[in-house]
């Protein structure tokens, strides 16, 4: 007998790289597992509707001082203190759940992964008082803050980093259901070059040291003091990642002209090869990029923008001992003379996680025969697409044969 046709749906962000790569890499994987899956992304943000886009959207203007400063307190007010924390999420349920319940209607899916917080927070609402009746996946790829990652209504939290289970269920619960899982980057980050292949492939100096300088996908932070500090202390090669933000590589490429120890990148699909053959990375925005690099025994430092959740994940960087924090140039060179001295093997037990597209099919294959688990590749079971309010009302589907 034919197994049902797996319908996955991955509600992403478009703020940077930190929540479309993951969503990508993980319905790659989903339809290597399952071809014949439905596994559409869609912006979980867009989708919630343009107010709230312009409002984080413009939140999330990080390229200026004014940015910054009104990046910071509106992270204070969302998630510090608790009446403010309230009212933000309440309003965004309010302002988000029809287009959010809209998008939702239109996939009918068995299963929605969250790559987005926002999103996820809205989710875990509607799961928990039973609007939504098909189960939520989290997907996190922060160390840490991560209040709206996870939920009291989320079925199941994935996580990057195994450190993070305990936060996880001091807010969804003791009983939260937390899997640490890889899968949600590049899978060569599971199986990485050797050092001088990497460097070989890169056309990188096989005899000197080299400094990977990060500012996220859209390249925010004091990325030209990083490189100026890097290449103060002599024999240094800088690689300048420089992501989508075009008018910071300009900006360097004018600072740095002429200077044959420094290269400017843009966006690449590159990064294990490069992770691999550098000596440290210098990176400003936290998330999966520091587990990367770690995960390949390349030291990190997170330096150059400690704003909002950044400084709870630099505060647990340092309680792990997963990477470095400097909070200034001085602190920065120390910390530079530190890494260089410290380059280890890839960390071998990130390979034996499982992949996340393997948890997410099990949780399908769960709810097909409650009480057997690990059939990772098993089709899903026709969920109760009812809703509370018609919202998810069962028909036809495209991609059923229907």
């Known amino acids: 007998m034919p197994t049902p046709v797996p319908r996955v749906l991955v509600l992403s962000a478009a703020i940077g790289e930190g929540h479309d790569l993951p969503a990508r890499q993980l319905v790659a994987d989903v339809l290597e597992r399952r071809p014949d899956a439905h596994a559409p992304i869609v912006d979980g943000l867009q989708a919630m509707g343009g107010l709230l886009e312009r409002v984080i959207m413009g939140g999330s203007s990080f390229h200026s001082a004014w940015g910054n400063r009104a990046f910071d307190v509106g992270y204070a007010l969302a998630f510090h203190l608790p009446p403010t924390r309230r009212f933000t999420n309440r309003m965004m349920e309010l302002l988000g759940r029809r287009g959010l319940l809209a998008a939702i209607a239109r996939e009918r899916p068995d299963v929605i992964v969250s790559t987005y917080p926002g999103t996820t927070e809205v989710l875990g609402r509607l799961r928990r008082r039973g609007t939504l009746t098909v189960p939520v996946v989290s997907a996190i790829t922060d160390l840490a803050a991560l209040r709206t990652w996870a939920h009291p209504g989320v079925d199941l939290h994935l996580v990057t980093h195994p450190e993070s289970d305990a936060e996880v269920r001091a807010i969804a619960g003791a009983d939260a259901r937390v899997v640490p899982v890889r899968g949600l980057d590049d899978e060569r980050f599971a199986a990485p070059p050797a050092r001088e292949d990497a460097r070989r492939e890169l056309e990188l100096p096989l005899g000197a040291r080299v400094v990977v300088v990060s500012g996220g996908g859209w390249g925010v932070g004091d990325l030209g003091g990083a490189v100026d500090s890097a290449l103060a202390l002599g024999g240094i090669f800088v690689v300048v990642m420089c992501g ?22 843009g966006f690449t699909t590159q990064v294990p090869d490069l992770f691999a053959a550098a000596d440290v990375l210098v990176h400003s925005t936290a998330g999966l990029t520091v587990l990367e690099a770690a995960v390949l025994g390349c030291p990190v430092i997170s330096y150059g923008w400690g704003r909002g959740h950044i400084r709870a994940n630099n505060r647990g960087y340092v309680e792990h001992g997963i990477a470095d924090v400097a909070r200034s140039r001085p602190e920065l060179t120390a910390a530079l003379r530190r890494a260089l001295t410290r380059r280890r093997s890839p960390d071998p037990a990130y390979a034996r996680l499982p992949l996340a597209a393997d948890v997410v099919l099990d949780l399908l294959a769960e709810r097909a025969a409650p009480g057997v688990a690990g059939a990772a590749s098993a089709a899903a079971a026709p969920a109760d697409r009812s809703g509370a309010a018609g919202v998810l009302a069962a028909g036809p589907r495209a991609g059923d044969g229907a």
């Open 244 to 265: 989508r933000n075009e008018l910071l590589r300009d900006r360097l490429a004018l600072r740095f002209a002429g200077n044959a120890r420094v290269r400017l990148i």
